[in-house]
């Protein structure tokens, strides 16, 4: 039972375009959501988080949109780089309690020159 | 220097040995995690702790074990390595935000063990 999924494995994004990498989520609890960036050989670093009570979260070049209804969030990055070429992971979780995150399987990004 | 390190970083270990994989952390957190990663499955929480007095299982916490010996430091056994415990390990702490209504998990480097 996946609650966390990313249904594309692999994302190809030419540089300077936008990137849009998506998620989606089946448990109700969820109501805190964060988006890690991987490169090899390196744990998750942390790129931007949204609560539920929020629709739109904006950092820099990314932004994460979040719509409840539909159980969706999804990652922008514009303009797109070549350093952003990574594995993205959505995460989820409930804000109280552990804390304990659920993730999906990961897209790789890769940005062409 | 990094806030949260793991030893070793590549073990290639032998079925039914035991195994430890340790964690550090320099940030003062009180709650640590431990995480396997599969290829295409994304990571899965294996354990967690609050407190040195407190550890609780995750999702997959069978054929492990944990011990917290002191707020910074988190490790995870294996007691009889099998095959299917290949796979890339991450150790994690968490800082709440002093609202409670946001938080960051930090990750350490991982450790990868090949089970053979």
């Known amino acids: 039972d996946q609650q966390v999924k990313q249904n594309s494995p692999s994302l190809s994004v030419q540089e300077g375009r936008i990137s849009i990498l998506n998620c989606d989520y089946t448990?109700?609890?969820?109501?805190?959501f964060l988006w890690y960036k991987k490169y090899p050989a390196e744990g998750p670093t942390f790129l931007i988080s949204i609560s539920s009570i929020k629709d739109k979260n904006e950092d820099g070049r990314f932004t994460v949109f979040l719509n409840k209804s539909a159980k969706h969030l999804s990652l922008h990055i514009v303009p797109s780089q070549p350093g952003d070429s990574a594995v993205y992971f959505c995460?989820?979780?409930?804000?109280?309690?552990?804390?304990?995150?659920?993730f999906g399987q990961g897209t790789r990004l890769t940005i062409n020159p | 220097d990094a806030d949260v390190t793991q030893t070793p970083r590549n073990r290639i270990t032998k079925t039914g040995k035991r195994i430890m994989l340790e964690c550090s952390q320099t940030k003062g957190h009180d709650r640590m995690y431990w995480y396997r990663q599969d290829p295409g499955l994304g990571l899965r929480l294996i354990y967690y702790?609050?407190?040195?007095?407190?550890?609780n299982k995750g999702e997959i916490s069978d054929g492990y074990s944990v011990s917290r010996q002191a707020q910074a430091k988190f490790s995870l056994s294996l007691e009889s390595a099998i095959p299917n415990q290949t796979a890339l390990y991450f150790c994690?702490?968490?800082?709440?935000?002093?609202?409670?209504?946001?938080?960051?998990?930090?990750f350490g480097p991982g450790t990868r063990l090949t089970v053979t």
């Open positions: 702790s609050f407190d040195v007095k407190d550890i």
């Open positions: 994690a702490t968490i800082i709440l935000s002093p609202t409670g209504r946001s938080y960051e998990q930090y």
């Open positions: 448990n109700s609890m969820f109501d805190y």
């Open positions: 995460a989820a979780s409930a804000l109280q309690g552990a804390q304990k995150l659920v």
